[in-house]
């Protein structure tokens, strides 16, 4: 597990945004929207449907952060990582409330997703 620059931690936690969550399972990649939570060098998610089916066959995950302003990039941090499926209920009860609450949600919304933790291996980040 690699530490993400100061820098970077610090856009990841600015604000709620969307996230982009790059799977691939048998050379066939796929990327999907995602809400995110960012401590200490580990992503949470909570998903469903086929990220999550990718990520039981194949970890290595990807996601990618940007904020743009009327078309034009901001910033940009893309992490490189392995996912765990986590299969505690009481901890993905927790994960989904913290979540659900950065992005205004009611807590006990998408309650069929289950916690992703994604430890990061390697960060890229840049300002514009």
Same mark, same amino acid.
């Given at each position: 597990?690699?530490?993400?620059?100061?820098?970077?931690? &610090?856009? *990841?936690?600015?604000?709620?945004?969307? #996230?982009? *969550?790059?799977?691939? @399972?048998?050379?066939?990649?796929? @990327?999907?929207?995602? /809400?995110?939570?960012?401590?200490?060098? =580990? @992503?949470? +998610?909570?998903?469903?449907?086929? $990220?999550?089916? %990718?990520?039981?066959? %194949?970890?290595?995950?990807?996601?990618? @952060?940007? #904020?743009?302003?009327?078309?034009?990039? $901001? /910033?940009?941090?893309?992490? *490189?990582?392995?996912? =765990?499926?986590?299969?505690?209920?009481? !901890?993905?009860? &927790?994960?989904?409330? &913290? +979540? %659900?609450? $950065?992005?205004?949600?009611?807590?006990? #919304?998408? #309650? !069929?997703?289950? *916690?992703? &933790?994604?430890?990061?291996?390697?960060?890229?980040?840049?300002?514009?």
């Amino acid at each position: 597990m690699a530490e993400v620059p100061a820098e970077a931690e &610090r856009l *990841l936690e600015s604000e709620p945004m969307m #996230a982009h *969550l790059g799977t691939c @399972v048998e050379g066939r990649p796929h @990327v999907a929207p995602v /809400w995110y939570r960012y401590e200490d060098d =580990t @992503v949470e +998610i909570v998903t469903t449907g086929r $990220k999550l089916a %990718n990520v039981r066959e %194949n970890p290595r995950v990807a996601l990618s @952060v940007q #904020a743009d302003e009327a078309g034009e990039t $901001k /910033w940009m941090v893309s992490l *490189l990582g392995t996912a =765990t499926i986590v299969d505690d209920e009481t !901890e993905t009860e &927790r994960a989904r409330e &913290r +979540i %659900n609450e $950065k992005y205004g949600a009611e807590p006990d #919304a998408y #309650a !069929e997703n289950e *916690l992703v &933790r994604i430890d990061v291996g390697s960060t890229t980040y840049r300002t514009y």
